[in-house]
């Protein structure tokens, strides 16, 4: 943020929020810390925001997911996913 470069690491973040008021909104909201964390701390960054679904596919496109966001997904002839609690 402070460069206003693009990151590298990470191509994209998907969130499951419950349902209410702004729930688009908040989402979006709540995936860019994911995003600019990386795989260093994408994880703890949903942990300490309270979210419990979350989906990111690294710079090499290898998918990595809460176990409760995985719970709700079928993944057809991929094994470059990576479950992480």
Same mark, same amino acid.
């Given at each position: 943020? /402070?460069?206003?470069? $693009?990151?590298?690491?990470?191509? /994209?973040?998907?969130?499951?929020? $419950? $349902?209410?008021?702004?729930?688009?909104?908040?989402?979006?909201?709540?995936?860019? $810390?994911?995003?600019?964390?990386?795989?260093a701390g994408w994880?703890?960054?949903?942990?300490?925001?309270?979210?419990?679904?979350?989906?990111?596919?690294? /710079?090499?496109?290898?998918?990595?997911?809460?176990?409760?966001?995985?719970?709700?997904?079928?993944?057809?002839?991929?094994?470059?996913?990576?479950?992480?609690?």
């Amino acid at each position: 943020p /402070a460069t206003a470069a $693009p990151v590298h690491h990470t191509q /994209a973040v998907t969130l499951l929020i $419950p $349902p209410g008021a702004r729930a688009g909104t908040r989402s979006d909201a709540l995936s860019k $810390p994911l995003f600019l964390a990386g795989a260093a701390g994408w994880r703890k960054a949903a942990t300490d925001m309270g979210l419990t679904q979350a989906l990111r596919v690294d /710079a090499s496109g290898r998918i990595e997911v809460t176990p409760q966001f995985q719970a709700r997904l079928t993944f057809v002839g991929t094994s470059n996913v990576r479950i992480v609690p």
